[in-house]
């Protein structure tokens, strides 16, 4: 037996009752599944609220219930025919979540959002500003700001359209790890929003794998003639926790191992890592992966005296070629 | 009083109930409290509602019955405290059907969508249960929002910073907050002393917000920089947050790039450095191979076209030329201290 507490369970009681209401006949399994919790918990609710009812506790005043078979069906309400409003935290976290949705590019159409949002406020609520009305909100101490640079609205629209209507797509897209503008045909799968950026997980016909497609990336979108098919053995990535998630290159690609000064310490936030030992002096000794050497270099040649490539001694060489090419190219080579 | 279901007479399983002797007199208090118009006294509530009949003494009501009126607050029920006339000495209690009841509500099936992927947006077990209970008493009520709407979008706030559940618990209670805090990942922790605001996430990445009462100021610290345990302070409904704050304006202040302060040319090698490209402004000469980039951060530019090596090549102004310079040097000239044990 669970030992559930009566906060927890009070409010699932009030609201069970209008629920099953509005479903005559729900499998009791069914019941358990949208409040997530056991049968035997929904079949202990229902023994509850059966015991229930108005003052007088005669045979008319008893929240009545009827079953068949595995099926629960509401006879009498005994008054509770409405859930109960929702709560502070409950309103705001929808109307937090709805806000986040509305500023993140592309994931879904920002008006309709945004007429959600009002409804959900004026339910709510019980005077002008709703959230502040409830007793104890969330409201104003969660928020959420994507601080993204806005894409391409027209594209955005337009890959958002095709995932919902399983359309290939034509992409113009720049890939930050080549540092290039590319053009791919692709079957999109999936929208996925983490960490504030929404990414578009498809099959590459030209890579012939799944890849991500960061939506502020995508310059261009053009929707095919032709239904989305992604070959059924096509595999949809676990949800990652976070973006770093999500860019980590593969096991088995090489490895690069570096001194990062104070400075350049970020890096180790912003890279997913293989390891990472902080030294006394501030600095860190850290291993990652990397798909693409340019990409590499590049991210050395940038950080400049606040890092040192310990290793391997190739990228040490490119990274120093590059530079005395870049510095001929500035007349002071 | 007969209340033959509660007296055990009948089972629906022949199972025997858990126990559930509070939950039971908390339905029955709310039945009988929003299916009156007439404030019900305590003395009243004693002798009607099914439950209060087992308080042995007097004392043990009135306890009884504060803890259960708390609970329904806390729950948010709206319980109103009145007395029915003017000659009445005690307050009595019901609750307004029109407080109580959502409020009826229409969603077009594309609001109805957002509604449940804003539900699915929170990946922390308390945001999380909030949004979920918020659906289902919306399903309750007949709007009928599926949970499992546009299932080929997955949005996701993450909230798996440690620290997040405490700072968010005390930000709620107005509660102030000690901490470890890095300023910066390379930093010695520090304790600081805060009276929270609120969390924001943005660009990503939790914040706090609130006044640090050892700068006596307003700051922002990363939530994943905090170290152990966070400890509240102080009494609850201490801290009060000031009119008119915007929480993610103060982060994006904190956080977030200046306001450019001047504009930098670039060469482009053609057909390279597409990345640069794409963040700059044609040139208004006409030149092809020349971008303008708007300067806000010297550093972050100068890494960023630094990283490029001879494909960009920065024409002004001159502290930027430099700055690039400088960085590529420190590359060219890098000490080896390669070795075999890095690998």
């Given at each position: 037996?669970?030992?559930?507490?009566?906060?927890?369970?009070?409010?699932?009681?009030?609201?069970?009752?209008?629920?099953?209401?509005?479903?005559?006949?729900?499998?009791?399994?069914?019941?358990?599944?949208?409040?997530?919790?056991?049968?035997?918990?929904?079949?202990?609710?229902?023994?509850?609220?059966?015991?229930?009812?108005?003052?007088?506790?005669?045979?008319?005043?008893?929240?009545?219930?009827?079953?068949?078979g595995?099926?629960?069906?509401?006879?009498?309400?005994?008054?509770?025919?409405?859930?109960?409003?929702l709560?502070?935290?409950?309103?705001?976290?929808?109307?937090?979540?709805?806000?986040?949705?509305?500023?993140?590019?592309?994931?879904?159409?920002?008006?309709?959002?945004?007429?959600?949002?009002?409804?959900?406020?004026?339910?709510?609520?019980?005077?002008?500003?709703?959230?502040?009305?409830?007793?104890?909100?969330?409201?104003?101490?969660?928020?959420?700001?994507?601080?993204?640079?806005?894409?391409?609205?027209?594209?955005?629209?337009?890959?958002?359209?095709?995932?919902?209507?399983?359309?290939?797509?034509?992409?113009?897209?720049?890939?930050?790890?080549?540092?290039?503008?590319?053009?791919?045909?692709?079957?999109?799968?999936?929208?996925?929003?983490?960490?504030?950026?929404?990414?578009?997980?498809?099959?590459?016909?030209?890579?012939?794998?799944?890849?991500?497609f960061?939506?502020?990336?995508?310059?261009?979108?053009?929707?095919?003639?032709?239904?989305?098919?992604?070959?059924?053995?096509a595999?949809?990535?676990?949800?990652?926790?976070?973006?770093?998630?999500?860019?980590?290159?593969?096991?088995?690609?090489?490895?690069?191992?570096?001194?990062?000064?104070?400075?350049?310490?970020?890096?180790?936030?912003?890279?997913?890592?293989?390891?990472?030992?902080?030294?006394?002096d501030?600095?860190?000794?850290?291993?990652?992966?990397?798909?693409?050497?340019?990409?590499?270099v590049?991210?050395?040649?940038?950080?400049?005296?606040t890092?040192?490539?310990?290793?391997?001694?190739?990228?040490?060489?490119?990274?120093?070629?590059?530079?005395?090419?870049?510095?001929?190219?500035?007349?002071?080579? | 009083?007969?209340?033959?279901?509660?007296?055990?007479?009948?089972?629906?399983?022949?199972?025997?109930?858990?126990?559930?002797?509070?939950?039971?007199?908390?339905?029955?208090?709310?039945?009988?409290?929003?299916?009156?118009?007439?404030?019900?006294?305590?003395?009243?509530?004693?002798?009607?509602?099914?439950?209060?009949?087992?308080?042995?003494?007097?004392?043990?009501?009135y306890?009884?019955?504060?803890?259960?009126?708390?609970?329904?607050?806390?729950?948010?029920?709206?319980?109103?405290?009145?007395?029915?006339?003017?000659?009445d000495?005690?307050?009595?209690?019901?609750?307004?059907?029109?407080?109580?009841?959502?409020?009826?509500?229409?969603?077009a099936?594309?609001?109805?969508?957002?509604?449940?992927?804003?539900?699915r947006?929170?990946?922390?077990?308390?945001?999380?249960?909030?949004?979920?209970?918020?659906?289902?008493?919306?399903?309750?009520?007949?709007?009928?929002?599926?949970p499992?709407?546009?299932?080929?979008?997955?949005?996701?706030?993450?909230t798996?910073?440690?620290?997040?559940?405490?700072?968010?618990?005390?930000?709620?209670?107005?509660?102030?907050?000690?901490?470890?805090?890095?300023?910066?990942?390379?930093?010695?922790?520090?304790?600081?002393?805060?009276?929270?605001?609120?969390?924001?996430?943005?660009?990503?990445?939790?914040?706090?917000?609130?006044?640090?009462?050892?700068?006596?100021?307003?700051?922002?610290?990363?939530?994943?920089?905090?170290?152990?345990?966070?400890?509240?302070?102080?009494?609850?409904?201490?801290?009060?947050?000031?009119?008119?704050?915007?929480?993610?304006?103060?982060?994006?202040?904190?956080?977030?790039?200046?306001?450019?302060?001047?504009?930098?040319?670039?060469?482009?090698?053609?057909?390279?450095?597409?990345?640069?490209?794409?963040?700059?402004?044609?040139?208004?000469?006409?030149?092809?191979?020349?971008?303008?980039?708007?300067?806000?951060?010297?550093?972050?530019?100068?890494?960023?076209?630094?990283?490029?090596?001879?494909?960009?090549?920065?024409?002004?102004?001159?502290?930027?030329?430099?700055?690039?310079?400088?960085?590529?040097?420190?590359?060219?000239?890098?000490?080896?201290?390669?070795?075999?044990?890095?690998r």
């Amino acid at each position: 037996m669970s030992a559930e507490g009566v906060a927890e369970r009070l409010p699932r009681l009030l609201t069970l009752v209008p629920w099953l209401l509005a479903r005559p006949g729900v499998p009791v399994a069914e019941a358990a599944a949208e409040f997530g919790i056991s049968e035997s918990q929904l079949r202990r609710d229902l023994e509850l609220l059966w015991m229930c009812g108005l003052p007088g506790y005669g045979p008319g005043d008893l929240v009545d219930l009827s079953f068949e078979g595995d099926t629960v069906t509401v006879v009498y309400d005994a008054g509770l025919s409405r859930p109960l409003r929702l709560s502070g935290p409950e309103a705001a976290t929808l109307a937090v979540a709805l806000r986040a949705l509305a500023d993140a590019p592309g994931v879904v159409d920002t008006d309709a959002v945004q007429r959600a949002l009002a409804k959900i406020e004026q339910a709510s609520g019980r005077t002008d500003d709703p959230l502040s009305a409830c007793s104890d909100g969330l409201s104003g101490t969660v928020a959420v700001g994507m601080g993204r640079t806005p894409g391409n609205a027209r594209a955005e629209a337009t890959v958002r359209d095709a995932v919902a209507r399983h359309r290939a797509l034509r992409l113009t897209y720049y890939s930050a790890s080549r540092d290039a503008v590319g053009r791919r045909d692709v079957d999109p799968m999936r929208l996925m929003m983490v960490d504030g950026s929404t990414y578009l997980e498809a099959w590459c016909r030209r890579a012939e794998g799944v890849r991500m497609f960061r939506l502020d990336r995508v310059d261009d979108a053009e929707t095919l003639d032709e239904p989305a098919r992604p070959p059924a053995d096509a595999e949809l990535r676990e949800v990652p926790a976070d973006a770093t998630g999500l860019l980590a290159p593969d096991e088995g690609r090489p490895l690069a191992a570096l001194r990062l000064a104070p400075e350049a310490r970020w890096v180790a936030e912003y890279y997913p890592m293989e390891d990472v030992v902080a030294d006394d002096d501030g600095s860190a000794r850290v291993r990652m992966r990397y798909d693409d050497r340019a990409w590499m270099v590049r991210l050395l040649l940038g950080l400049g005296d606040t890092v040192e490539v310990l290793w391997p001694p190739e990228l040490a060489a490119d990274r120093a070629a590059r530079a005395r090419e870049a510095l001929a190219a500035y007349g002071v080579g | 009083m007969s209340n033959t279901r509660s007296s055990g007479a009948r089972t629906l399983w022949g199972v025997p109930a858990a126990p559930t002797a509070r939950a039971e007199r908390l339905v029955n208090l709310v039945l009988a409290l929003l299916s009156t118009r007439q404030f019900l006294t305590a003395e009243r509530i004693r002798t009607t509602v099914a439950g209060y009949e087992e308080a042995a003494t007097d004392d043990a009501f009135y306890r009884m019955l504060e803890r259960d009126k708390a609970e329904l607050r806390e729950l948010g029920v709206p319980l109103e405290t009145g007395k029915q006339s003017i000659f009445d000495t005690v307050d009595g209690y019901r609750i307004a059907r029109g407080d109580y009841e959502l409020a009826p509500i229409d969603l077009a099936p594309d609001e109805a969508t957002a509604v449940a992927l804003a539900a699915r947006l929170w990946d922390s077990p308390q945001l999380a249960g909030a949004a979920r209970t918020a659906v289902t008493k919306l399903r309750a009520a007949g709007v009928e929002v599926d949970p499992t709407a546009a299932s080929e979008v997955q949005p996701r706030v993450r909230t798996t910073e440690p620290a997040f559940a405490p700072l968010l618990a005390a930000a709620r209670a107005g509660r102030a907050v000690r901490f470890a805090h890095r300023g910066h990942p390379a930093a010695p922790a520090r304790e600081r002393t805060v009276e929270p605001w609120g969390v924001v996430s943005y660009r990503g990445r939790w914040y706090l917000v609130g006044h640090d009462r050892d700068r006596d100021d307003v700051r922002c610290f990363r939530i994943s920089r905090i170290e152990g345990e966070v400890a509240t302070v102080g009494p609850r409904g201490a801290v009060t947050r000031p009119d008119g704050v915007d929480l993610v304006d103060l982060v994006a202040r904190s956080a977030g790039p200046p306001p450019p302060s001047g504009t930098a040319r670039v060469r482009l090698v053609p057909g390279r450095a597409a990345g640069l490209r794409r963040a700059g402004r044609p040139d208004p000469q006409g030149d092809p191979d020349v971008v303008e980039l708007d300067l806000a951060r010297l550093e972050s530019l100068a890494r960023w076209i630094a990283g490029h090596g001879p494909d960009a090549v920065v024409l002004e102004p001159p502290e930027l030329r430099d700055a690039v310079i400088a960085a590529l040097r420190a590359s060219a000239d890098a000490p080896a201290t390669l070795s075999e044990a890095h690998r």
